[in-house]
């Protein structure tokens, strides 16, 4: 298969996410609620539809499509990450806690609006993620929406991207080794990019042993994202990235790329690469584009 | 029966779902989980264990009862719903929105820990919520943990408690008139209390009539209690609230008690205890707490 083929992939589940999630933050109130004020839902519009890549519904794509599933109920999936994930974004920015001014190359939420209403376009996405997912719309089988809702909270929460979070800000106090930095990376970003594959095999109905194949997939993933990402840091500018660069060693921060030194770094994510298509050996050629994606999210430049 | 029943149930309620939510904050990650960060964890429980009346999981409790249901799952979905509450309030108070430094007779959690604490704190409590309510250990029925999901959602989101905040911080720059107070107020405090009752009814698996009549209920204990919080914060000391009261005279903020007056407030809360009163007679004696805890709500002093 063609290099190009996860990123066809990323182009298509942009658009299809992109009008899935403008299509959920219309002006008109869903069912039980009582009314959508219009600041507020410009806020959300504004953090969720001003580009990405659109990497983590391309995962959760790209595994249900391995099980034989390819609907709207994937693609709601794949929005309701992104919800999660544009949270996480609005409020790891916000001034008490990474105080970024750039993102995607424009003006955070709460310099395009204020702190308040960043705090709440946040907290408002976050919800939407967990509506979407319980929403029937997202499957008719109650037993995999909740399945779904009770995966992404678990890699969202205390013990996953929130506690994170938490380790990253301590971590700028106290430089934590390897280990640590490892657990920290896992749950602050590991854990959603786990979930996005995860939720794939979930809808797809994967049995046990796939779902775990899928699940440890995700995690090699999760942490090549994270290897390039500070990599990134390191060697690209801020204009290829639309965001601040340096910005860890910057704040002294320590990362695996400070440990292990540029060369044994891009050595690490070769094999994790070549670790992700031992793992898919099994699901045949059906899983090259998923093997493309490791590959993908590995040498990626930006 | 005794006027006291309500509140009695309540100092139940508190004991229950205290140590509910003491076992789902423990040190030990929950499966799928990485690692629980232990300041977070604290942050997360002094928010949540500080006190409170625990007034919406006793209206859970009620309705469920109503229904012939009083189970764990009852209480589970009741801290949920404490998990929600606790996370609102914790925002709230941040410096860049209502920028309070006593919450419960405490400093709330920013002023305890520090601003990021706080804001992680709220989103791992928005979190857990939706974890506690989509876990098996709630209902067996996969439908009903599914529709509680979705239900606290629009409670709570763009078009809920969220939706609601924003209006109120907009209100302080432009003074909304009756209806537009009504509709904030039902955002910001009354879905969530609407809930509470309709999680009951959810968990009762109440036919759809009765649902209805609940949730109608619901509404109207919502409105009795900001009509009767506007009423505490003219009318209350700081020590009997264990917050800042005189707050919205303070800020110039309109709110129902200004434009009825406190005396058309008092006959107003009266009438609603008599709609709340009507509404449950069809359920007989049963139903006799609930009337109490429109009561309870509608006279409150703290």
Redesign the interface.
């Known amino acids: 298969m063609p290099a190009t083929l996860f990123s066809d992939r990323l182009a298509e589940t942009a658009r299809s996410v992109e009008a899935c999630l403008d299509g959920l933050?219309a002006a008109n109130?869903?069912?039980?609620?009582?009314?959508?004020?219009a600041?507020?839902?410009e806020a959300?519009r504004y953090a969720l539809l001003g580009g990405g890549k659109r990497l983590r519904p391309a995962l959760t794509r790209e595994v249900a499509r391995l099980f034989g599933r390819g609907d709207e109920g994937v693609t709601r999936a794949g929005a309701a990450i992104e919800c999660l994930h544009g949270?996480s974004l609005v409020?790891d920015d916000?001034p008490?806690?990474d105080d970024d001014d750039l993102r995607r190359g424009r003006p955070t939420v709460h310099k395009a609006f204020?702190?308040?209403?960043a705090?709440?376009a946040?907290?408002?996405l976050?919800?939407?993620a967990?509506?979407i997912?319980?929403?029937?719309a997202t499957d008719a089988?109650?037993?995999i929406?909740?399945?779904l809702?009770?995966?992404?909270?678990?890699?969202?929460?205390?013990?996953?991207m929130?506690?994170?979070?938490?380790?990253d800000?301590?971590a700028e106090r106290a430089a934590p080794g390897e280990d640590g930095i490892l657990?920290l990376q896992?749950?602050k970003t590991?854990?959603l990019i786990r979930f996005s594959c995860e939720a794939g095999a979930i809808l797809g109905g994967a049995d046990a042993e796939a779902r775990a194949r899928i699940r440890r997939y995700g995690e090699i993933v999760g942490l090549a994202f994270q290897l390039a990402d500070d990599l990134l840091d390191v060697t690209a500018t801020p204009e290829a990235m639309g965001k601040a660069t340096a910005k860890d060693a910057g704040r002294g921060k320590a990362t695996l790329v400070s440990l292990y030194g540029i060369a044994a770094t891009r050595a690490r994510l070769d094999a994790l690469v070549a670790e992700a298509e031992a793992l898919l050996a099994p699901f045949g050629p059906a899983a090259a584009t998923l093997a493309d994606a490791a590959r993908f999210v590995a040498l990626r430049q930006s």
Chains 1, 2 share one sequence.
């Open positions: 933050l109130p869903a069912p039980g609620e009582i009314a959508r004020p600041r507020l839902r959300m949270y409020h916000l008490a806690m204020d702190e308040a209403t705090i709440l946040g907290d408002a976050q919800t939407l967990f509506d997912l319980a929403d029937p089988d109650a037993t929406r909740a399945e809702v009770l995966g992404l909270a678990r890699a969202s929460g205390l013990g996953g929130a506690g994170g979070q938490m380790l800000l301590e657990v896992a749950m590991g854990a």
